[in-house]
């Protein structure tokens, strides 16, 4: 079974600072979605950042850029300026093009909790 | 408007009642889930539906039912509620396969408390 880790539980960072989260994830398949969910105190869950395996460019929104290593599994995400709204709950998640069953479902890692410093 | 929508918001309940968290989207995604999230475990899959009338298990499908008879509608019920499931629970809706690597939209979620 897929699994998504996120080794740091809580991140800080100066406001107009870059920082970087870091995702690993271990899986079989060749070709999967990966994703970048950001959670504020609202509770909503948005969508940052989504990247494709088979496409070898990192994906980029605006302020927020992935650095994908399909050999390594590793999919982290840079925010760069950072703001105050940029402080939430940060969730990696997997997706396996399965097109039957429970594969095919959203597997998310635990989180890593982003503040931000004015 | 458009949307996926939960009720209710928060919800406080005693140990061995049955509740039901409603999940109405508008978009007549055929996809829905239901996730628990908790500290320290992230977003865990308890049930999903591929279409009304298809429900299939999840990770932690222990103590709660689903059911859909219509595309729109997706209610999560615990039979007798325990303690552990105290929890937000949130509901998510996909509109295509999950093979075309689409996002899920979820909605603002239930916090619910079992006293």
């Known amino acids: 079974a897929q699994t998504v880790t996120q080794s740091q539980p809580e991140m800080s960072v100066q406001e107009a600072e870059t920082v970087t989260l870091s995702c690993t994830y271990d899986?079989?398949?060749?070709?999967?979605?990966l994703f970048w969910y950001k959670q504020p105190p609202s509770r909503q869950m948005i969508l940052v950042i989504r990247q494709e395996a088979y496409k070898q460019q990192n994906a980029t929104e605006n302020r927020f850029s992935v650095n994908f290593q399909k050999a390594a599994k590793s999919f982290s995400l840079k925010i760069s300026d950072s703001q105050l709204g940029d402080a939430a709950m940060y969730f990696c998640a997997y997706r396996n093009p399965d097109y039957g069953g429970s594969q095919g479902n959203l597997i998310f890692g635990k989180g890593t909790k982003l503040s931000v410093k004015p | 408007d458009a949307g996926i929508t939960q009720s209710p918001r928060y919800k406080i309940t005693e140990t061995g009642r049955q509740v039901t968290l409603m999940c109405h989207q508008t978009?007549?995604?055929?996809?829905m889930f239901w996730y628990r999230q908790d500290l320290g475990h992230g977003l865990r899959l308890i049930y999903y539906?591929?279409?009304?009338?298809?429900?299939d298990k999840g990770e932690v499908p222990d103590g709660y039912v689903v059911s859909r008879s219509k595309t729109e509608n997706f209610p999560l019920t615990l039979e007798s509620a325990t303690r552990s499931q105290t929890s937000v629970y949130f509901c998510?809706?996909?509109?295509?396969?999950?093979?075309?690597?689409?996002?899920?939209?979820f909605g603002s979620g239930t916090r619910l408390t079992v006293v």
């Open positions: 539906s591929a279409a009304a009338d298809i429900t």
């Open positions: 899986t079989s398949e060749s070709d999967y979605y």
């Open positions: 978009w007549s995604h055929s996809y």
């Open positions: 998510a809706s996909s509109e295509s396969t999950p093979g075309a690597g689409e996002s899920y939209t």
